[in-house]
């Protein structure tokens, strides 16, 4: 057990920064402590890469574990020739279309980066996030801030300061606060030490995206599922995991809707709450009746109302108390297909079509 602290608590209006509130952050950061601060994507935690015992206890905190690398956060690009030993052009290239955001580039390590952060690899993984109260942190504190997703492991990442206050309060000296964070799934994570562009994790930044740029030839996904070997090494774990086992389930909309419905029914007549995790347009007067609670992801035609909710409605889930969830597989494209990888995670690295 690690001792209690006070953690602080800041919020600052991502519309109008508040600089002297960020330069306290920053100093907090620079002196060793650890600070959860947002980004467009998720909440992150923060330790500068070179105060090795903090970023250490970033892994003591969230109870990581330490062969899980940790996410470099650069606010310009010039930091990148501090952290990576070659920038290919492919490199520059992306960054000019695709930073600041959702994408984390994965290049070989300079030797000055400690082992702590890049969990043995070889390699380094780096993004310039777009959120412009992460930018000014950055900026702030000078110095590059090594960030996972600001979340107990295991446990759905977090999308608003609460989440980060339910994981983390007593345990890191501050947390900044500015509101829901937009995109709401993690970056895309992008390997460009092989010949082709390899997605290690599906984020932010579509494959189509990327293909747009480079074409589909040069971009290479991964299926994602039943994958032998773990892509990034923190996709082996269970992730994004409510309390309730959840199951995902694919297959024609209607044969879903009545299977949900006969699981509904069968779990009210055993006394047990369910969840469901499905889109406006599969939602059924007759779940209400069957007491289900329903979780919408918006409309399945807009992939990114999804992604902005989902780990909300995961821990909703949990705050309701249902004892079973279902979830409806996105579609897989765009974002849809990041939404559908965490579904996936928090379903234990299982999809069920329903026939
Ligand atoms: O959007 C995001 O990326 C958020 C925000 C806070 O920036 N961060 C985030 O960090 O999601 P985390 O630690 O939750 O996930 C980082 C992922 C893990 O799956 C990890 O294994 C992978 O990136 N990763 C980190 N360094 C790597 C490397 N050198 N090679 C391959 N994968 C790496
Ligand atoms: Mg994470």
């Not at 060793?32 to 970033?58: D, H, M, Q, W």
């Not at 409806?328 to 765009?334: D, F, K, L, M």
Request: include cysteine; charge should be positive.
């Amino acid at each position: 057990m690690t001792e209690l602290i006070k953690t602080e608590i800041i919020t600052v209006n991502p519309e109008a920064i508040d600089q002297t509130a960020l330069a306290r952050a920053a100093t907090v950061l620079r002196r060793g402590g650890l600070v959860a601060f947002p980004t467009e994507t998720v909440y992150g935690l923060g330790a500068v890469i070179y105060n090795r015992e903090s970023v250490k206890k970033i892994f003591t905190v969230k109870g990581r574990p330490g062969d899980n690398p940790l996410i470099v956060h650069i606010y310009q690009w010039e930091q990148l020739m501090e952290l990576a030993r070659e920038v290919p052009e492919t490199a520059r290239i992306l960054a000019q279309r695709f930073w600041p955001g959702p994408l984390t580039l994965v290049l070989p390590k300079k030797e000055a980066i400690p082992v702590e952060v890049s969990a043995g690899l070889p390699t380094v993984a780096v993004r310039l996030p777009a959120h412009p109260v992460a930018q000014e942190l950055l900026r702030q504190t000078g110095q590059p801030v090594a960030a996972p997703s600001a979340n107990t492991s295991g446990r759905p990442s977090p999308t608003r300061s609460s989440h980060v206050i339910a994981d983390l309060d007593g345990k890191i000296e501050l947390i900044i606060d500015a509101g829901p964070t937009g995109v709401g799934v993690e970056s895309t994570v992008l390997d460009l030490t092989g010949p082709k562009l390899r997605i290690l994790r599906p984020g932010g930044v579509t494959r189509e995206m990327l293909e747009a740029v480079f074409g589909p030839e040069l971009v290479e996904a991964p299926p994602q599922i039943n994958c032998e070997r773990p892509l990034a090494p923190g996709m082996k774990y269970r992730h994004y995991a409510p309390r309730a086992p959840l199951r995902l389930l694919t297959g024609d909309p209607e044969l879903v809707r009545r299977f949900l419905l006969e699981g509904a029914a069968a779990a009210r007549a055993q006394g047990k709450k369910i969840g469901i995790i499905a889109y406006d347009e599969d939602q059924d007067p007759a779940f209400a009746v069957t007491g289900v609670t329903f979780f919408s992801l918006g409309r399945r035609a807009n992939p990114t109302e999804g992604a902005a909710r989902l780990f909300h409605l995961l821990r909703l889930c949990d705050q309701a108390g249902v004892d079973k969830i279902y979830a409806v597989a996105p579609p897989r494209q765009g974002v849809g297909e990041a939404v559908f990888n965490r579904l996936y995670k928090a379903a234990g690295g299982k999809v069920e079509e329903i026939k």
